[in-house]
């Protein structure tokens, strides 16, 4: 499973430990993934996503995870994700 947000598209990062002595040793940064269910008003059912906090954060703030799949740019999601936000925009034009 790969350490990848589905609908950010946020991964690891790279950096340095730097210690009290300034001496710099190579680390990673990791997303903080949680595993969620989220509910689609239009489809009237629910999908688990592997996203950050970040993402859970952002489709809140938009109204949902229809409101944020509106929004989202394709190259971003992944193949789960983008499966989903062509039902919901195939519900909402139906």
């Given at each position: 499973?790969?350490r990848r947000?589905?609908?950010?598209?946020?991964g690891?990062?790279?950096?340095n430990?730097?210690?009290?002595?300034?001496n710099?040793?190579?680390r990673?940064?990791?997303?903080?993934?949680?595993?969620?269910?989220?509910?689609?008003?239009?489809l009237g059912?629910?999908f688990?996503?592997?996203i950050?906090?970040?993402a859970l954060?952002?489709?809140?703030?938009?109204?949902?995870?229809?409101e944020?799949?509106a929004?989202?740019?394709?190259?971003?999601?992944?193949a789960?994700?983008l499966?989903?936000?062509?039902?919901?925009?195939k519900?909402v034009?139906?």
């Amino acid at each position: 499973m790969s350490r990848r947000c589905e609908l950010t598209g946020k991964g690891p990062m790279s950096g340095n430990n730097v210690s009290h002595a300034n001496n710099k040793t190579k680390r990673r940064f990791l997303p903080n993934l949680q595993e969620v269910t989220l509910q689609s008003d239009v489809l009237g059912r629910s999908f688990k996503f592997r996203i950050s906090s970040a993402a859970l954060r952002t489709v809140d703030h938009r109204g949902g995870l229809d409101e944020f799949m509106a929004k989202a740019k394709d190259a971003e999601l992944s193949a789960n994700a983008l499966k989903v936000k062509k039902d919901i925009m195939k519900a909402v034009a139906a």
